[in-house]
């Protein structure tokens, strides 16, 4: 059970959580927290927040538990104007894609690894953002992934583990740099794929005649192309090492794909699609 | 109108076609052909055709419009079962999602480039597959693209218009080339991309681990990994050259991005982005 909640940051990720521990009875009070003083009045109409503070120090002196969901460019700044305010038992966690680069900003703001802190990543989200696309059931059988360093107090970790199962989500520990790879690979390398080849074929054609002869599957493929391009932007800078692996690694793929069709090798090319239905398949089964 | 028509392969694409026609009153008679009696038994008890002969050229014999929906691979072998057995005014079209090498194919069976023969390519399909997946909607406000050769009797190419619009389908023409050129950048590159992303992650997690992390977004982009493997390796001889010329170029785009990215030239990352979301945008629009 959480006293205080406060969510510095209140768009679709906090607002859903807020509406979800609302809605499992799991917190006394939701304070909303950020610069936009009109973006958290919105909050506090629509019934997530309680009150709301544009104060970050002030609005998290009594909290016991904060969520930082604010964009990845913006870490530092938060965790240097909170550090000094947080009393003896909060725990702040994050809501963060990538998470050696949270971890990083929380040392730069504190001068330390705190024990408070718990770097944590909600695998939910919608192609919406804002409080109005928040709601309660985003986490119902989700995974969320706790990346706890050396410092991290134990309690701390328990406490946010409890907050996330009681949201409905199944979690999950990792070291920082695994999570920051797996995402790499199941997220962050699939946009940059997408995004990629939607310019390209923008660029293609200047009457994008060539869109008009697109199927369902090239909807389907190229959807995450309209995702948020600062946010992307702040995961590509963030995560840049593990992503740049990543690319390697499937630029790789590609030529040997690639090789396979030049030499017209029928037998490697239908191997390489059968082992990626053969995965495809159990991922959806 | 047709009087009879024979289809050539009565799986989603032909069966379709045929109960899209019935339903719209502009088919006399349906006769399904290919050399498996089974599927063509079980195409007669749907309803979907009328009759059936597992000789092609009886099954051609009297009729006015022919299509051949059959893998790209066995195409040769049907044109040249059926050249000798067409009535004069018999109209043969195709289905194919390359077209070139449907042009080669019937030139190689027949010794040259037939008046009575309409490459086509209807643009529309689902992930399953067979004459039970077939329905008559299939067709409505898709595009199907005709691409007549400069030996393509005009009346023919008339008539396999007509035939797809009274499927409801929205019929253009294009040279075949660039038929073949936008079916790459559309289709075929997405393909390769999504094969060669699942193939690549499978290799990087025996236990499969990586993909218990992805969300929705995986799930969408990644789907048409699912497709027929043999199919989409025939997909890649027949149109080798355009899907050659069109990974190369993805495979530059990704490069510059990928070097956006080890330079940190955010500028030039967020420039990317922003024009992928406006044209993914302006296609869903």
Redesign the interface.
């Known amino acids: 059970m959480i006293e205080r909640l406060c969510v510095i940051g209140v768009g679709l990720i906090g607002g859903s959580l807020a509406r979800a521990l609302r809605a499992a009875g799991y917190v006394g009070e939701v304070v909303g927290a950020s610069r936009n003083a009109a973006h958290l009045q919105k909050a506090q109409d629509l019934g997530v927040i309680d009150h709301y503070d544009t104060d970050l120090a002030s609005a998290v002196k009594d909290a016991d538990m904060v969520l930082v969901s604010v964009p990845l460019g913006a870490m530092e700044a938060v965790f240097a104007a909170i550090q000094d305010a947080l009393g003896p038992d909060a725990v702040v966690t994050d809501a963060g894609s990538a998470k050696a680069s949270v971890v990083a900003a929380v040392q730069a703001a504190t001068g330390e690894t705190p024990a408070w802190f718990v770097p944590g990543h909600p695998?939910?989200?919608?192609e919406q953002s804002g409080v109005e696309a928040s709601f309660p059931e985003l986490y119902q059988g989700?995974?969320v992934?706790l990346t706890p360093t050396e410092q991290t107090d134990a309690a701390a970790t328990r406490k946010v583990r409890a907050m996330w199962e009681a949201a409905g989500a199944v979690v999950?520990e990792m070291e920082v740099g695994h999570h920051d790879e797996?995402?790499a690979?199941?997220?962050h390398?699939?946009?940059?794929?997408?995004?990629?080849?939607?310019?390209?074929?923008?660029?293609?054609s200047e009457q994008?005649?060539?869109?008009?002869?697109?199927?369902?599957?090239?909807?389907?493929?190229?959807?995450?192309?309209?995702?948020?391009?600062?946010m992307?932007?702040d995961i590509?800078?963030a995560n840049?090492d593990a992503?740049?692996a990543m690319?390697?690694?499937?630029?790789g793929?590609?030529?040997d794909?690639?090789a396979a069709?030049?030499k017209?090798d029928?037998d490697r090319?239908?191997a390489?699609?059968?082992?990626?239905?053969?995965?495809?398949?159990?991922?959806?089964g």
């Open positions: 695998i939910a989200g919608t989700r995974r992934i999950k797996v995402l690979a199941t997220s390398l699939p946009h940059m794929l997408a995004f990629a080849l939607v310019e390209s074929l923008a660029r293609m994008r005649e060539i869109f008009e002869y697109a199927a369902g599957g090239f909807r389907d493929f190229t959807r995450i192309a309209s995702s948020d391009p600062v992307w932007r590509c800078v840049r992503l740049l690319l390697k690694s499937f630029r793929d590609l030529d794909l690639s069709i030049e017209r029928e090319i239908l390489i699609f059968q082992d990626a239905k053969a995965a495809r398949d159990a991922f959806d």
